[in-house]
């Protein structure tokens, strides 16, 4: 189905066709026939919001299409985002399945596509099928994890630059051919210094050095990890 933005909407889970390239997602016939029938189905454009921190938790967004990105504010208004999520992301699952408020906001960087979940439905959907509270397990340990590494990055990384190397690492893993990857950069300087605790100055002065040390090039919307091997010999943590 054609939608607005250009995207091709999945409306039907079971002829998703990455569906099993997704953990959420990837489940018996049965469970996918029960999941098409409590899902609703929902086009976001960028910058519009999921849900809010500190909201009451309404549910689940299995994120279909598109990239989100979640975000943490202090009172003084300081932002740090803590994970950029991609196709397959079920969005909320912490706070929903405890029922505490959305720990994080959740804000589209780009159109997509993200199908909701209630909270009723989703613990229903639980109880009556142990294969989804399995998968949902792994996802919330996948959480944890991807929580633990944040952490780590911004508490024991000494400098800007190694955090800055360290984001772009991660960014090339699974990418990467004869020492260089290339990643579509869809974060503006001021999303990618909320990534790593520092101000958009520094990441602009960052790239404009990494440049230089042909580290990185930067053409468009492309961004080309041009020598891998020496970003991880910045990096020590």
């Given at each position: ?10 409306d039907?889970?079971l002829t ?8 959420f ?15 609703s ?20 967004f299995v ?17 740090i ?14 706070a ?7 720990e994080?906001t959740?804000?589209m ?44 990055t ?11 190397a360290?984001?772009?690492l ?58 891998v ?9």
């Amino acid at each position: 189905m054609r939608a607005p933005y250009g995207l091709n909407i999945i409306d039907n889970c079971l002829t998703c066709p990455v569906r099993e390239d997704h953990l959420f997602c990837n489940l018996s016939l049965p469970a996918v026939q029960k999941l098409n029938e409590i899902k609703s189905i929902a086009v976001y454009p960028k910058s519009a919001m999921l849900f809010i921190e500190g909201q009451q938790p309404r549910g689940v967004f299995v994120l279909c299409a598109g990239k989100a990105k979640l975000s943490t504010s202090s009172v003084e208004g300081k932002t740090i985002i803590t994970k950029i999520c991609e196709s397959g992301d079920v969005l909320g699952l912490t706070a929903t399945i405890s029922n505490r408020p959305y720990e994080v906001t959740a804000e589209m960087i780009e159109p997509g596509q993200a199908n909701f979940i209630s909270r009723e439905a989703l613990l229903a959907f639980l109880r009556d099928n142990g294969e989804v509270a399995l998968r949902v397990a792994e996802q919330l340990s996948r959480n944890y994890f991807t929580a633990y590494e944040e952490i780590r990055t911004l508490g024991l990384t000494t400098s800007p630059a190694e955090k800055f190397a360290k984001l772009l690492l991660g960014w090339s893993a699974g990418t990467g051919h004869n020492g260089s990857a290339q990643v579509k950069l869809t974060l503006t300087h001021e999303e990618i210094a909320e990534m790593i605790g520092t101000t958009r100055e520094t990441v602009s002065r960052l790239f404009s050095d990494f440049k230089k040390r042909q580290l990185v090039q930067v053409k468009g919307a492309t961004l080309t990890i041009r020598n891998v091997a020496a970003l991880e010999k910045l990096v020590h943590v």
